[in-house]
């Protein structure tokens, strides 16, 4: 991830920006939670996307649903 990505998922995950740069933010701990759960996501996929890529080149019998599941536990 790039840091427009990473500003982007902290933003969504709730941060409040304190000045008029993106160097100083506020958050509190169920807003970190959250942030860390949106990162996760975004990683699954890159990796299922990567699993994907692998399968069709390689003909591999991987299942990228169960990667995804484990974001739902």
């Known amino acids: 991830m790039n840091k427009e990505e990473i500003i982007e998922l902290a ?6 920006r304190l000045g008029h740069d993106d ?3 506020v958050c509190y701990p ?3 939670e959250a942030f860390a759960k949106l ?6 996929e890159k990796f299922c996307a990567v699993l ?5 080149l390689y003909s591999l019998t ?3 649903n169960a990667i995804r599941a484990r ?3």
């Open 30 to 32: 169920d807003e970190i």
């Open 39 to 44: 990162v996760a996501e975004k990683e699954r």
């Open 52 to 56: 994907r890529q692998l399968h069709d």
């Open 71 to 73: 974001g739902q536990e």
């Open 23 to 25: 160097c100083d933010y």
């Open 62 to 64: 991987s299942d990228s």
């Open 11 to 16: 933003r969504q995950a709730g941060f409040e």
